[in-house]
């Protein structure tokens, strides 16, 4: 990006930051210094009290009740009214009313490619809960037919993507949270002009936030004169709104309904190691192809309508109208998607399930470890019961604050025989579970709550196959450029301990 187009950037965005604090600042104002009268209080006061009775009722996380609890407390006289104002906005309720539109449309369309489940469960009946939750409740099937590749670090990835793309004969799609001009996105971007000039259908999606400084203001009007079609998701706009907490944290490339790619890895240079941002960039991801390919169209079609607001007929993209279905195999997989407005945290459940089954061990790789009780006291059990539990985390933080919290959990893994290491030669970004030489999820969400519990995230659950393998294989041979964590490691001065204590308690937010 040139000076020039930067410097229109951050004056647009930054007069967006300054009229979201105006309008917070007015209403702060308002209710502390306007001429509302004792009764006016009173009921404010007693608005505050119902809220929290009501956040306390809620089937909710206890990380968000507390600090609602600990906020309505402590500014009794507009807590309530803010609390009001934030989960009852048309916006909100917009996008979760379209959310379950596109689910909807997409239920039977997920089906078409013959999933695996009663035969997979009939062989391996022990997972058949793991199996039946993804498929009969969130709605996600699992296939066999489906051939998986596992890629260490986003250089690998990034080399057979660009092979790929240029396979391509019918569509492209791109669902990405960030995307900045570099090296990386760059050698993509060419050859999806020469695809989009040969006929081939190109989409792209990406994150408004996660671009926030890094693509010039109507990226999306560029890469629509190059014939790319391309939308953003949910603009920032300077409107106060929690609807803003909402972002599309996905990351996805599907080639002609055969071919899809997740994982943890961003279209920018520091994911290839082309530019160092924070030392040496681990991440990981997972290329499938065959039948589980067409899940990962019908996540990406989703989210487009949710965006653009358009009807289409997501059937039309399906690629084996009037072909054999694929026969290869190396296993199972069921690709899989998280939504905030569902009521159901598929991302945080796929993981819970695969601590409860593990039997010898779990491995896990994560760029953030900020627990709620739930996965907190998942992780803390199976290590009591004699599962090897090992979480791997950066070494180097890319914000000190996050990365403070995280390491405010340590002590209590320890306790419970968690094994912890942080990886030395710089910032690893991978997320990835793998546990007893079978199972593995690999996708974009992170251990913490907004990957969780507020963004769109997706992933791959596996079972057998060359990624599980290659996975575990990895995990154990990056140990080697890692520190492991002790219990000495742990005991921080007074300060740090408090410091720690006040950021678990706005952890939610983070």
Same mark, same amino acid.
């Not at 089937?59 to 402590?74: A, N």
């Not at 996805?252 to 960039?281: C, M, P, Q, S």
């Given at each position: 990006?040139?000076?020039?187009?930067?410097?229109?950037?951050?004056?647009?965005?930054?007069?967006?930051?300054?009229?979201?604090?105006?309008?917070?600042?007015?209403?702060?104002?308002?209710?502390?210094?306007?001429?509302?009268?004792?009764?006016?209080?009173?009921?404010?006061?007693?608005?505050?009290?119902?809220?929290?009775?009501?956040?306390?009722?809620?089937?909710?996380?206890?990380?968000?009740?507390?600090?609602?609890?600990?906020?309505?407390?402590?500014?009794?006289?507009?807590?309530?009214?803010?609390?009001?104002?934030?989960?009852?906005?048309?916006?909100?309720?917009?996008?979760?009313?379209?959310?379950?539109?596109?689910?909807?449309?997409?239920?039977?369309?997920?089906?078409?490619?013959?999933?695996?489940?009663?035969?997979?469960?009939?062989?391996?009946?022990?997972?058949?809960?793991?199996?039946?939750?993804?498929?009969?409740?969130?709605?996600?099937?699992?296939?066999?037919?489906?051939?998986?590749?596992?890629?260490?670090?986003?250089?690998?990835?990034?080399?057979?993507?660009?092979?790929?793309?240029?396979?391509?004969?019918?569509?492209?799609?791109?669902?990405?949270?960030?995307?900045?001009?570099?090296?990386? *996105?760059?050698?993509?971007?060419?050859? @999806?002009?020469? /695809? =989009?000039?040969?006929?081939?259908? !190109?989409?792209? &999606?990406?994150?408004?936030?996660?671009?926030?400084?890094?693509?010039?203001?109507?990226?999306?009007?560029?890469?629509?004169?190059?014939?790319?079609?391309?939308?953003?998701?949910?603009?920032?706009?300077?409107?106060?709104?929690?609807?803003?907490?909402?972002?599309?944290?996905?990351?996805?490339?599907?080639?002609?309904?055969?071919?899809?790619?997740?994982?943890?890895?961003?279209?920018?240079?520091?994911?290839?190691?082309?530019?160092?941002?924070?030392?040496? *960039?681990?991440?990981?991801?997972?290329? @499938?192809?065959? /039948? =589980?390919?067409?899940?990962?169209? !019908?996540?990406? &079609?989703?989210?487009?309508?949710?965006?653009?607001?358009?009807?289409?007929?997501?059937?039309?993209?399906?690629?084996?109208?009037?072909?054999?279905?694929?026969?290869?195999?190396?296993?199972?997989?069921?690709?899989?998607?998280?939504?905030?407005?569902?009521?159901?945290?598929?991302?945080?459940?796929?993981?819970?399930?695969?601590?409860?089954?593990?039997?010898?061990?779990?491995?896990?790789?994560?760029?953030?470890?900020?627990?709620?009780?739930?996965?907190?006291?998942?992780?803390?059990?199976?290590?009591?019961?004699?599962?090897?539990?090992?979480?791997?985390?950066?070494?180097?933080?890319?914000?000190?604050?996050?990365?403070?919290?995280?390491?405010?959990?340590?002590?209590?893994?320890?306790?419970?025989?968690?094994?912890?290491?942080?990886?030395?030669?710089?910032?690893?970004?991978?997320?990835?579970?793998?546990?007893?030489?079978?199972?593995?999820?690999?996708?974009?969400?992170?251990?913490?709550?907004?990957?969780?519990?507020?963004?769109?995230?997706?992933?791959?659950?596996?079972?057998?196959?060359?990624?599980?393998?290659?996975?575990?294989?990895?995990?154990?041979?990056?140990?080697?450029?890692?520190?492991?964590?002790?219990?000495?490691?742990?005991?921080?001065?007074?300060?740090?301990?408090?410091?720690?204590?006040?950021?678990?308690?706005?952890?939610?937010?983070?």
């Amino acid at each position: 990006m040139n000076k020039k187009n930067f410097a229109a950037l951050l004056l647009h965005r930054t007069l967006i930051v300054l009229l979201l604090l105006l309008q917070l600042a007015l209403i702060v104002y308002v209710l502390l210094s306007g001429p509302a009268s004792e009764e006016i209080r009173t009921v404010l006061k007693i608005c505050s009290l119902f809220c929290c009775l009501y956040i306390l009722s809620r089937h909710d996380k206890g990380g968000y009740k507390l600090i609602w609890t600990f906020f309505l407390l402590l500014f009794p006289l507009f807590g309530g009214l803010v609390y009001l104002f934030s989960e009852w906005q048309y916006p909100v309720w917009k996008m979760r009313r379209r959310t379950k539109t596109v689910a909807r449309k997409a239920e039977p369309l997920l089906k078409q490619a013959k999933p695996a489940n009663e035969s997979f469960c009939q062989h391996h009946p022990s997972l058949r809960p793991s199996v039946d939750y993804l498929s009969r409740t969130a709605g996600f099937p699992l296939y066999d037919g489906t051939r998986t590749t596992y890629f260490p670090l986003g250089e690998r990835m990034w080399a057979e993507l660009k092979q790929q793309l240029r396979k391509a004969e019918h569509y492209i799609f791109l669902e990405y949270f960030i995307v900045q001009p570099g090296q990386m *996105w760059n050698e993509i971007l060419e050859i @999806l002009r020469e /695809k =989009a000039e040969a006929g081939v259908k !190109v989409r792209l &999606l990406y994150d408004d936030f996660g671009c926030f400084f890094l693509l010039p203001r109507h990226y999306d009007r560029l890469l629509r004169s190059y014939g790319i079609e391309c939308a953003v998701f949910n603009p920032f706009r300077p409107l106060l709104s929690t609807v803003q907490n909402n972002r599309d944290h996905r990351k996805i490339a599907v080639i002609d309904g055969r071919v899809a790619f997740t994982g943890g890895i961003n279209l920018a240079d520091e994911y290839i190691n082309a530019y160092e941002k924070h030392g040496h *960039w681990k991440d990981t991801a997972v290329m @499938l192809e065959g /039948k =589980a390919a067409w899940s990962f169209t !019908v996540l990406f &079609l989703q989210m487009w309508d949710l965006t653009t607001g358009t009807e289409e007929d997501y059937a039309t993209y399906y690629p084996w109208r009037g072909c054999p279905l694929p026969t290869f195999s190396d296993g199972y997989a069921a690709p899989y998607a998280d939504t905030p407005h569902d009521g159901d945290n598929v991302g945080e459940h796929v993981y819970l399930q695969i601590l409860h089954n593990a039997k010898h061990y779990v491995y896990i790789n994560t760029p953030y470890l900020i627990l709620d009780d739930s996965i907190l006291s998942a992780l803390c059990l199976a290590a009591k019961s004699g599962v090897d539990i090992r979480i791997t985390t950066p070494h180097k933080a890319d914000k000190w604050w996050v990365h403070m919290t995280t390491r405010s959990y340590y002590r209590q893994l320890l306790e419970a025989g968690v094994k912890i290491y942080e990886y030395t030669p710089g910032f690893l970004h991978a997320k990835s579970f793998v546990s007893d030489d079978a199972v593995a999820a690999i996708g974009s969400v992170n251990l913490d709550f907004r990957s969780l519990y507020l963004h769109f995230e997706c992933g791959v659950w596996l079972y057998g196959g060359r990624a599980v393998t290659q996975l575990r294989d990895d995990y154990l041979q990056t140990l080697a450029c890692c520190q492991p964590i002790t219990a000495e490691d742990c005991r921080h001065r007074l300060p740090v301990r408090l410091l720690q204590a006040c950021l678990r308690l706005v952890a939610p937010l983070m």
